[in-house]
């Protein structure tokens, strides 16, 4: 089924996710909606440090019904995003609250560096083409970033703060 309002689907109000920062990452490698400083901004208040770099073998997949796309693996292809660093304790885990509870928290190796962690999509509703950034800006980035905006605070209290 397609969801009616798919700009609502990734809003980190599900129910408690296992502790996917368990192992303390460093970097986030962010290929989607998180590479706008506007979402960024929204949710945890500012924009952290961020380079531009790719990860071979993976892609970020349009999702169906879905504004916001996976991280998929795609031997051949390659997935350009930004690396975010510099991010406290608490901004990992209310970026990890919004993170839809479907993702992987895995580390992945980039061109820039050895590795950084990504949210990995497991599969399923997979579109065959790959998500449309500049699309996504022109059609649902104001939206969707008001909306992140909007529970910004139900995430960080989820989160513990």
Avoid: K
């Amino acid at each position: 089924m397609r969801d009616p309002n798919p700009a609502d689907r990734s809003t980190g109000l599900q129910a408690p996710l296992p502790n996917r920062l368990a192992d303390r990452p460093t970097a986030l490698f962010v290929y989607g909606t998180l590479q706008f400083e506007t979402v960024l901004g929204g949710l945890i208040g500012r924009v952290p440090e961020r380079q531009p770099t790719t990860t071979l073998d993976w892609r970020a997949a349009a999702l169906e019904g879905r504004v916001y796309p996976g991280l998929v693996s795609a031997p051949g292809s390659e997935a350009r995003g930004l690396l975010l660093t510099g991010m406290s304790e608490r901004e990992w885990r209310v970026l990890d609250a919004f993170e839809d509870d479907r993702y992987d928290l895995q580390r992945i190796d980039l061109t820039c560096r050895s590795a950084a962690w990504a949210y990995v999509w497991p599969g399923g509703e997979v579109q065959v083409e790959d998500w449309d950034a500049a699309g996504f800006q022109e059609r649902h980035l104001q939206a969707y970033a008001g909306r992140c905006a909007r529970i910004a605070s139900d995430l960080a209290a989820r989160a513990g703060y």
